[in-house]
């Protein structure tokens, strides 16, 4: 999924149908994109034929808190903020090469570009094997039916990812020698989870 902001429009590309909530009618079929005026309920594109109501009540743009991620994000909630989400732009073509840190861990910008696994990889919280692993919960979420969801301990083989930065310094792994890379994973078409995965599991396009 990519997401983009246009002045006052909010595009969101979708990579792969299955990604595609199927209650927004305002999804062109053409370009498998949801396009939606920030200041408009996102109610007014759900199917009148959800009987759940609302995806999310309102989407509306805001500041990053995390530079690195982009320098807008958009936050959805539904009634009361029972249910709240964060979507960052994570296309950054003019910082490729730049300097970043992500937390303490000192790295170089790639951009956002897309990747795919190639192998079964352990997903961390830190450029490191022996640091804490990332669960990643797959969830398919629809306004039209309940939300089905799965777990995995590791990233599964020929999963899509964006890459947003990597390492310095390459590190040598058993017989591997190769960069950490900073990535997102999509849980599910609005939720997004950032870790660090070994770079000789992933092909970068």
Known sequence: ???????????????????????????????????FSVDKDLKKLNSP??????????????GSDAKFLGEKRLICSNKNNQKQT???????????????????????????????TT?????????????????VNLTTESCCSDSVEKKYTS????????????????EKIEKWENYWYYIAVYQSEFSQVYGWVFGQFIKIE
Not at 20 to 28: G, K, S
Not at 88 to 116: N, P
Not at 119 to 135: G, M, W
């Open 1 to 35: 999924m990519k997401l983009e902001f246009d002045n006052n429009k909010v595009v969101i590309s979708f990579y792969q149908i299955a990604q595609r909530n199927t209650c927004y009618e305002n999804v062109d079929r053409k370009s498998n994109s949801l396009i």
């Open 49 to 62: 034929e959800c009987p759940n109501g609302s995806f999310f009540d309102i989407c509306e743009v805001g």
């Open 86 to 116: 964060v979507l960052y732009s994570l296309d950054h073509r003019d910082r490729i090469g730049k300097r970043v840190v992500i937390e303490h861990v000192d790295g170089i910008m790639m951009g956002g570009r897309k990747a795919v």
């Open 119 to 135: 192998d079964a990889v352990r997903f961390r919280d830190e450029p490191s094997i022996n640091s804490k692993i990332i669960n």
């Open 155 to 170: 990233l599964q083989k020929d999963w899509n990812v964006v890459v947003i930065a990597r390492t310095k310094e390459k």
